[in-house]
């Protein structure tokens, strides 16, 4: 499989996503501290520069590896950042992989997880062949939940007292969506 698939540019009505740069982390540090964004994460806020720079680093690295997809979410209109998306605990053998999303605080409830989000899966499902996306969230993490029931995912369990961040216990409620599913209600 050619590592080109694992650094795509995909194109939505209102979105770019794209491989994430370096010269992006000014941004990203200022979505990705907001403990409004990082409330469900299962890691704390970024506090540094430094934070930006590996995960785009790490993602990159990720990326050539073919282990995941890692996308910056830009907003069309003004090549804003507006949050990120990803493929990642990918599993070429079993055409599985996990999805994960987060946008800036500005940016919630337009959609454009809904808009992002399919187009990442309809790559994942088309183009890498996988046959499930699942994702794992935090229960009390209801505009993700809703976000991924618009995907077309159905919750399928609940892990209790899987994380534990800053000395808070929480579970893990786990969807999936399959290639053979119906769309979600954007598609
Ligand atoms: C989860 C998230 C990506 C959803 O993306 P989105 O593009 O805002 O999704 P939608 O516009 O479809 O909105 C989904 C739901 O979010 C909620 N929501 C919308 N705007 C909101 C706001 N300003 N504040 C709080 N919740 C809001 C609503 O319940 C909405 O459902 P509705 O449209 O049926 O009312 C986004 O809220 C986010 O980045 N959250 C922080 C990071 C995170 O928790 N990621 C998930 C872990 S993988």
Do not use: H
């Amino acid at each position: 499989m050619s590592e080109d698939l694992f650094f795509p540019v995909v194109e939505t009505k209102r979105l770019i996503l794209r491989p994430l740069a370096i010269s992006d982390s000014e941004s990203l540090l200022a979505i990705f501290s907001d403990p409004e964004v990082m409330q469900y994460w299962n890691t704390a806020p970024w506090a540094t520069i430094q934070d930006a720079f590996d995960f785009v680093n790490g993602s990159n690295d990720s990326m050539r590896n073919r282990e995941s997809i890692t996308l910056g979410v830009y907003l069309k209109s003004s090549d804003e950042l507006a949050g990120k998306c990803m493929l990642f605990n990918y599993d070429r053998e079993s055409k599985r992989a996990e999805i994960g999303f987060g946008l800036s605080r500005l940016c919630w409830g337009k959609g454009y997880i809904n808009e992002a989000g399919e187009a990442l899966i309809q790559y994942g499902f088309n183009v890498l062949g996988l046959r499930r996306i699942e994702a794992e969230i935090d229960p009390d993490n209801l505009s993700s939940a809703k976000a991924l029931e618009k995907l077309g995912f159905s919750r399928e369990g609940l892990l209790r007292q899987r994380w534990e961040v800053n000395g808070i216990v929480s579970d893990s409620a786990l969807y999936g969506r399959l290639a053979s599913d119906k769309p979600g209600s954007t598609a």
